[in-house]
């Protein structure tokens, strides 16, 4: 049974930063790509970053480039987002996703993945 347990989130002033983690279990957590997808109060969901099986490519939406960075670690089963430089709009519950197919690379839709977490809330405000 795949489980993905998200942790991390929390309340940021604007210019913050704050560090999610993601631990994986119930699958082979290195034979897959794996990401970030949020959902802000009221909106839809929204792809965040994508990092391929071995962690060597990634991928960010426009909204967030620059600012967030995500890494894995498959020896510990753990997926990463630094985000920095935090801004209102980055108020949302993130969750952690995985792949649909063992064969991606770092897509960049939210069609692309399933969501087996409950999120972790993050709020930016001063």
């Known amino acids: 049974q795949v489980q993905l347990v998200e942790s991390g989130g929390g309340l940021v002033q604007p210019g913050g930063s704050l560090r999610l983690s993601c631990v994986a279990s119930g699958f082979t957590f290195s034979t897959y790509a794996m990401g970030w997808i949020r959902q802000a109060p009221g909106k839809g969901l929204e792809w965040v970053s994508s990092?391929?099986?071995?962690?060597?490519?990634?991928a960010h939406s426009d909204s967030v480039k620059g600012r967030f960075s995500i890494s894995r670690d498959n020896a510990k089963n753990t997926l990463y987002l630094q985000m920095n430089d935090l801004k209102p709009e980055d108020t949302a519950d993130y969750f952690c996703?995985?792949?649909?197919?063992?064969?991606?690379?770092?897509?960049?839709?939210?069609?692309?993945?399933?969501?087996w977490g409950q999120g972790t809330q993050v709020t930016v405000s001063s």
């Open positions: 990092i391929t099986k071995d962690g060597a490519s990634t």
């Open positions: 996703v995985k792949a649909k197919s063992r064969f991606y690379g770092a897509r960049d839709s939210v069609d692309d993945f399933n969501i």
